[in-house]
């Protein structure tokens, strides 16, 4: 279990879908973004070492569930369902779903996806989301939003539902794409742990706590999100 994974070495095993930026992508060898910060500067708050687990971003709850993982930090948006799986730690960042679609698409607001294709990235809240919206039959999975974005691309959906810093991030890297001026409900990021692992929750919270009066958060924020 968790405990044992903390004893062991001293390392926080985190388990993260690195495919998500600029909260965990890969630069070069090396996965970097805002939760990797976030996540080094609570390690080192508790003396420990921090390892990176890059994996499906649905097999990270099962991963945190099982203790394979530590902890689970990936721009994950606490739900009810996944309350019933994990805990979460306090929240440090919020987010919405936001709408990528073409340049020229017909598509100018979130009512003008009924009837549409919409990519998703596998067990997302934009998944989530457009299911229960448009239901089932409109709904692409991709393992990755940035496979979701080539099949806008390719036309084969007709818009990808994703939040919105790495639909920022994908408009920006990506030709003839444009993000829609409305967007979901504002969501909230936090760090999961295995269910009932309170010793942990409380550290990871005191870190964060400590992060959010100190500037630190809000420096690792800006270093890869300009405002
Ligand atoms: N915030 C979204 C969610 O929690 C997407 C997270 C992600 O793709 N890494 O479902």
């Known amino acids: ?81 996944r309350l019933k799986n994990v805990d979460f730690s306090d929240s440090y960042a919020t987010s919405v779903q936001s709408v990528i679609v073409t340049e020229d698409s017909s598509i100018s607001k979130i009512d003008d996806l009924k009837g549409k294709k919409v990519g998703v990235q596998q067990g997302t809240t934009g998944d989530l989301y457009s299911t229960d919206d448009l239901g089932e039959k409109s709904v692409e999975r991709f393992p990755k939003g940035a496979d979701a974005v080539q099949a806008l691309q390719a036309g084969k959906v007709d818009a990808v539902i994703i939040d919105k810093n790495p639909a920022e991030v994908f408009v920006s890297q990506n030709k003839g794409l444009k993000l829609l001026d409305s967007a979901y409900a504002e969501e909230d990021y936090a760090i999961c742990v295995k269910k009932g692992n309170t010793e942990l929750v409380e550290k990871i919270n005191a870190a964060l706590k400590k992060l959010k009066d100190n500037g630190k958060l809000e420096e690792i924020t800006a270093k890869y999100i300009q405002a």
């Open 1 to 81: 279990d968790s405990a044992k994974a903390e004893a062991k070495g001293g390392t926080l095993i985190m388990a993260t879908n690195a495919e998500f930026p600029p909260y965990e992508y890969h630069e070069g060898k090396d996965i970097v973004g805002i939760d990797v910060d976030i996540a080094e500067a609570i390690a080192e708050e508790m003396g420990m070492k921090l390892e990176i687990s890059d994996i499906a971003f649905d097999a990270i709850i099962p991963a945190v569930q099982s203790g394979k993982a530590d902890f689970g930090a990936a721009g994950m948006t606490v739900n009810e369902d």
